[in-house]
């Protein structure tokens, strides 16, 4: 399981096929999971890659505790802002793990809750972005989708195939996928169980971006970056925000937005992001 370590600069380990603004930056982090890889390649950046290559990333319970270890971590760590998720260029994650899964009973799975501890090892208050190449399907598409950002590569590829397995999918197919894309769509998807690309992705609305799959990773750590330079408590209440609004009417939305507005009054970071504006400089946020 997770044992994590603070490296010596010139110690910290790199992704495999790790480049460009990752490869440039200045590394000081490494972490050590069975099923996972974590970095920082940018300030205020935790990079988070699923790594159990020889089943394309397939989300099994010691993977999910790993994860689960990583992201709260990440989230109590003042050196953090934003947590980008990303898999292989081959697989984001190719599901649950069938072989872990395909013996246990009803009484099983029932007992022990299958899957539920999933969205909980996704909620973290900092924002994530998901970095989505290759295959993403069942789980790794509902694992995507728990992410506050998709980003995808070109050769990206969705899908609910659940139905296929005899199953429905169970980590929040059903209902984030259909929030995302709308209805029909999410009803033929996965009643079909038929894959979907990331252009398609990006035109229903699930998909922030499509790059081109060798920068996608480079591409979702600018964003993390450029979002890790704001005022934190800003972001946490954004993501707050957007998110609450979701599970609610629209008026109880607008005076949940409108209390955490108000309450960003009494920070410094709204101070001197203001102080900034009017004296044409960058701001200095110090998250506080
Ligand atoms: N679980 C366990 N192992 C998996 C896996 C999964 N979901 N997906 C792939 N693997 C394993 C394969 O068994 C194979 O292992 P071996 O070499 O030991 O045989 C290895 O990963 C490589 O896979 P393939 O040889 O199949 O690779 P491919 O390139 O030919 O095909 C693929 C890739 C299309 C993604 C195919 O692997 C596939 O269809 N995988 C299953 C996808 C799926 O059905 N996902 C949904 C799972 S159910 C679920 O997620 C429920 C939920 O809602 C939470």
């Known amino acids: 399981m997770a044992l994590t370590r603070l490296l010596a600069p010139g110690r910290a380990t790199l992704a495999r096929g790790a480049v460009g603004v990752r490869a440039a930056a200045q590394l000081r982090f490494s972490s050590t999971y069975d099923n996972l890889l974590v970095t920082r390649p940018a300030a205020g950046v935790q990079l988070v890659t699923l790594n159990r290559p020889k089943a394309l990333n397939a989300l099994s319970t010691p993977l999910i505790a790993d994860l689960h ?4 971590a990440a989230d109590a760590d003042a050196d953090v802002g934003v947590v980008v998720l990303t898999g292989s260029e081959k697989a984001f994650a190719a599901g649950a793990d069938i072989k872990e899964m395909k ?13 539920a501890g999933w969205s909980a090892a996704m909620q973290i208050r900092k924002p994530v972005i998901a970095a989505v190449n290759g295959y993403a399907l069942g789980g790794g598409c509902e694992l995507a989708m728990m992410a506050d950002i998709v980003y995808a590569g070109d050769k990206a590829v969705f899908g609910q195939p659940e139905i296929k397995l005899g199953i429905i999918p169970g980590a929040g197919g059903t209902q984030r996928l259909t929030r995302a894309i709308g209805r029909a769509r999410a009803m ?3 009643l079909t169980g ?13 998909v922030a971006r499509v790059f081109p799959a060798a920068e996608l990773v480079d591409e979702a ?8 330079g704001m005022g934190r408590l800003a972001v946490l209440a954004a993501k707050q925000s ?9 008026a109880e939305g607008l005076v949940f937005e409108r209390k955490t507005f108000h309450s960003l009054f009494a920070t410094a970071d709204q101070k001197e992001g203001m102080a900034a504006f009017a004296e044409k400089r960058k701001p200095r946020f110090t998250h506080a």
């Open 188 to 190: 033929e998807l996965i």
């Open 242 to 250: 957007i998110n609450y609004g979701l599970e609610v009417g629209q």
């Open 69 to 72: 270890a990583a992201l709260r």
């Open 194 to 206: 038929a894959n979907f690309s990331a252009e398609e992705a990006a035109a229903w609305g699930l």
């Open 221 to 228: 750590v600018k964003t993390a970056a450029r979002i890790a």
């Open 103 to 115: 013996d246990k009973t009803f009484a099983d799975v029932a007992t022990e809750n299958f899957i």
